[in-house]
């Protein structure tokens, strides 16, 4: 069974109609409204795809939900994989990394970008039966690509043409205006055709060094996903997520694992860990990355980590290395 980030649930719902009760949505599919949005929650595809079309049939214009969801979204709303959007150095470089991170928000999808004498077909793959909530979330996802493509590109931003396999809805105009270029329904594809010019478009905040950071925290990523992981990897990957919102307390983790402080700590004892001993190794490993691959101010280091200040962070860092985080940096920048 395929699995979608909570993410788009949430986006998905809050775009519906004002008389539909979106916390009872939210319930129905085990999100409480109340918590924070993470977008390492994930929900089983059918699911996913079963609201998709309880909301087609209560929305007064449901055909043209994927596109005010589409139209919602932004980088931010992706957490690590929308910064890896945002800092690439231009559009290619963007799509390149859902060719390849794509996993970390989805297990139902693959992006492939196939070079044509235009420019590019940005494909979307989804297998399985094309019942009506797949039809729409294909529609959301491109219409998504859309609109953080329009976000971080330095030109205005229009597909070439927009491609679905599935049949047209009673009208297309809504799509038509949304995309701004020709939709083609009953394709042999889900796809965007994207013009060389706006694929070789410098990204507004598009940064190399900070992009190098990115790929290679989500190519890790990636390959913890393809593990087995043990409880105390869980904790240190959640813990890592959320450091730079402030220092997470234990309540705050277990919450997350859907079990209380107590039981989490048993069990972390259980595998010869404690909870703090996780918090300062996932500090020591996020701020060895930044400091090593990225030109972030050493007060932006300690702030991300979740350090209340700089010299916290020098403290912390002489205890784990032996020398000053600026010592660190400067080692790795001589090499």
């Known amino acids: 069974m395929g699995q979608v980030t909570s993410l788009f649930v949430r986006k998905v ?3 519906a109609d004002e008389s539909i009760d979106k916390e009872q949505l939210l319930r129905s599919v085990g999100i409480v409204p109340e918590s924070p949005v993470d977008p390492t929650h994930m929900l089983s595809d059918k699911e996913y795809y079963v609201l998709l079309e309880r909301l087609a049939a209560l929305d007064a214009n ?29 559009l290619r470089g963007s799509f390149d990394r859902a060719e390849r991170y794509a996993r970390i928000l989805t297990t139902v999808s693959t992006y492939e970008v196939e070079a044509v004498t235009q420019g ?13 909530g797949m039809r729409l979330s294909n529609e959301a996802t491109l219409a998504s690509i859309t609109s953080i493509s329009r976000e971080v590109s330095t030109r205005v931003f229009k597909p070439v043409a927009v491609h679905f396999k599935h049949s047209a809805p009673k009208s297309v105009t809504a799509h038509e205006a949304y995309f701004g270029c ?28 900070i992009s190098q950071f990115f790929d290679t ?19 240190l990957t959640r813990i890592s997520r959320c450091l730079s919102e402030g220092l997470p307390t234990i309540t705050d983790i277990a ?17 010869g860990y404690s909870y ?18 990225t030109g972030y101010s050493l007060a932006e280091v300690a702030f991300m980590t ?26 790795f920048q001589s090499k």
Not at 120 to 132: C, V, W
Not at 182 to 198: H, I, K, Q, Y
Not at 276 to 293: F, G, I, P
Not at 321 to 326: E, H, K, N
Request: aromatic share 6%.
């Open 62 to 90: 449901g055909t043209t939900i994927p596109l005010r969801v589409g139209a919602a979204m932004c980088c931010n709303d992706y957490g690590a994989f929308g910064l890896a959007w945002k800092s690439a150095t231009h």
């Open 306 to 331: 979740g350090f209340s200040e700089q010299s916290a962070l020098t403290r912390a860092f002489k205890r784990w290395q032996g020398q000053t985080p600026r010592s660190y940096r400067l080692s």
């Open 13 to 15: 719902i809050n775009e």
């Open 182 to 209: 020709p939709v083609s329904f009953e394709s042999d594809r889900d796809a965007l055709l994207v013009s060389t010019t706006s694929l070789q478009t410098p990204n507004k905040l598009g940064d190399e060094s």
């Open 217 to 235: 925290h989500l190519r890790s990523e990636v390959e913890k996903l393809s593990e087995d992981n043990s409880l105390d990897q869980q904790v």
């Open 276 to 293: 703090q001993t996780l918090v300062d190794e996932s500090r020591r490993q996020l701020a060895e990355q930044l400091l090593q691959q």
């Open 120 to 132: 590019a077909f940005i494909h979307l793959h989804r297998t399985g039966d094309r019942r009506l």
């Open 255 to 271: 919450g997350h694992f859907g079990m209380s402080g107590r039981t989490l700590q048993r069990r972390l004892s259980e595998l």
